[in-house]
């Protein structure tokens, strides 16, 4: 008796596997020459540096499109400078950078502090942070030229992004 319970659940099985290969198989999978995007070949072109300070950010015209009030930002610690970042770009303290999580690589932000009216123009070039209720961390430079406490570790701000 055991062994025929077997034998019909093999059987039962077997049925089963077959009918769902076949209906498989009967699906016809193809893709559409139309859905494959072609991708634009980009030449560089060599640009003449233009003499300006190493800290400087050049922002071409734009406006400022409001992003978020009462933004938490803190500022990376000195022992980042020299790592390589997300975008491949190698951290330093010195230039006017930050990370955020979901604004792309190259992306110009006005950061401004809300108590003293500061602001700074960033760059992103990294993802984070990565803290809790942290919106913006700033590379030490940016955060020092908005912030008028010196030895506090993070402030209030405005986040502005600049579009073309």
């Known amino acids: 008796m055991k062994k025929i ?3 019909l659940f093999l059987l039962a099985n077997i049925g089963l596997v077959s009918s769902q290969s076949s209906i498989i198989n009967s699906k016809k999978f193809s893709i559409n020459k139309d859905t494959v ?3 634009n070949k980009i030449v560089e072109k060599e640009v003449e ?6 800290d400087t950010v050049i922002v071409e015209t734009g406006k400022f499109v409001f992003f978020k009030k009462n933004a938490h930002a803190s500022y990376y610690h000195d022992k980042f400078n020299g790592k390589r970042t997300a975008s491949g770009k190698r951290f330093d303290n010195k ?3 930050a990370a955020h999580r979901k604004f792309p690589f190259g992306t110009k932000l006005r950061i401004t502090n809300e108590a003293n009216g500061k602001s700074v123009i960033v760059e992103v070039i990294d993802r984070g942070p990565f803290a809790r209720g942290r919106e913006i961390d700033l590379s030490k430079k940016a955060f020092m030229d908005i912030t008028s406490n010196k030895s506090s570790g993070a402030v209030i701000v ?3 992004e600049l579009r073309k």
Not at 49 to 54: D, H, K, Q, T
Request: charged share 30%; net charge positive; aromatic share 0%.
């Open 5 to 7: 319970i077997t034998l």
């Open 37 to 39: 995007k072609k991708t």
């Open 49 to 54: 540096p233009v003499a300006v300070a190493p």
């Open 95 to 97: 230039k006017l950078t």
């Open 158 to 160: 405005k986040i502005e």
